[in-house]
């Protein structure tokens, strides 16, 4: 086996093992880093990376917000869905237009809730049997 086969098996093994918590985290950081590739894709021109590390972000981004239960979840889940929505629309015109300030503005909103949500994966708290998760997201197939 490859590295990078070795790699992507860890990380499936990973993904499966995770607490509702700790998969939002990772969640989290997959968009970071995708938006991070753009960004500095754009500084050399190269728009066709830029366009497919900003599609992987929006993604996992709509993933996070059809995650979102709002019955458990309530006025929380509704706020959340809403920013989800609102950083999809900023990265989509941050393509569009070929700026990077869009970007560094969900790069920043992504890293304050990552850091809510760490928080959250280390308390265990959503662990909890019969309880939501904060937000109402359920990442249970």
């Known amino acids: 086996m490859y590295p990078k086969d070795l790699l992507k098996q860890y990380q499936q093994t990973q993904i499966?093992?995770?607490d509702g918590g700790r998969l939002v985290v990772m969640l989290y950081e997959g968009a970071i880093r995708y938006i991070d590739l753009a960004i500095d894709k754009m500084h050399f021109s190269t728009y066709d990376q830029v366009n497919l590390n900003l599609q992987k972000a929006t993604e996992i981004l709509d993933?996070?917000?059809?995650?979102?239960n709002l019955e458990a979840g309530g006025e929380l889940a509704v706020r959340l869905k809403s920013i989800y929505a609102y950083m999809i629309e900023r990265l989509t015109k941050g393509n569009m237009d070929k700026k990077k300030e869009p970007l560094a503005e969900v790069r920043d909103l992504l890293e304050d809730l990552l850091s809510a949500w760490r928080t959250i994966a280390s308390s265990k708290t959503e662990s909890r049997p019969g309880r939501a998760p904060l937000g109402g997201l359920s990442l249970k197939g």
């Open 16 to 18: 499966a093992t995770s």
């Open 63 to 68: 993933e996070l917000r059809s995650s979102l």
